[in-house]
């Protein structure tokens, strides 16, 4: 990709708590996963432009053996040049399935069960992103909701193969926010298109990047199953999933596996 070309990344890594992703296998060692995504974080710092955004989306893992993800991601990121910027609450208001009580009613050994997750959020190089106001569409009320941190935003129910997408509406408001109508919006780990779709739907420019092929052809049909607003400059859909054989896994789910694709405008 072209240095200094994207406005605003928004995306969720995989956990590396095993989760049964398509095309790639979520399990490596703590240091090893941690040295991976600080390659992924130093190529993405070249594409953004100065006063890019970048959304990174993370949640608490475990309960009996807490890992504060967020922060060993956060401190890496600030170490290769990124101003940190916020982090946003988002409550999911997933208490009505809750098991995992601990030692119910009683301080003994009780849990807490984390109901939120954290979208950190960074800017390269400045906190201005440079752009024309006639390219604004977030509405006053719209802003004033959105300043506050404290998202409150269902989990998206519908799964469409993936398990752990997006709600639109979170990705909604952090494009809103954070970028202009014709800005290019990326996500590196685009699973099944949610981002690229509603970076679409809003009038942006977009890329998506997944080592599953199947994962690709979902973003691609659900891409070109929406149309930018009205009065938006055309943003033509995609026509095809690009397959970038330069590029390997580096943890392949099996033997054999094909390389990273994308879905891109």
Known sequence: MPSESVHLAITSPPYNLGIPYLGYADRRGAEEYLAWLRSVWKELHRVLVDGGRF??????????????????????????????????????????????????????????????????VFSKGRWKLDGERSRIDISSEEFQQFSDGFWHIPPERTRKGHPAPFPEELIERLVKFYSYRGNLVLDMFGGTGTVAAVARRLGRHFLSIDSSPEYCQIIL??????????????????????????????NPARPGARPPSRSDR
């Not at 946003?88 to 849990?111: C, E, L, V």
């Not at 149309?227 to 999933?241: D, L, M, N, Q, R």
């Open 221 to 250: 049909d659900r891409v070109r199953a929406v149309s930018p607003p009205p009065g938006a400059e055309p943003i033509p859909a995609p026509t095809s999933v690009l397959e970038v054989t330069e590029l390997r896994p580096a």
């Open 55 to 120: 959304a990174l989306n993370v949640a608490p893992t475990s309960i009996k053996d807490f890992r504060p993800i967020h922060h060993d991601l956060s401190t890496d990121l600030r170490a290769l040049g990124y101003i940190m910027r916020t982090e946003i609450i988002w409550y999911k208001q997933t208490m009505g399935r809750r098991t995992a009580w601990g030692s119910w009613r009683s301080p003994s050994n009780p849990h807490i069960i984390p109901s939120w997750e954290y979208v950190l």
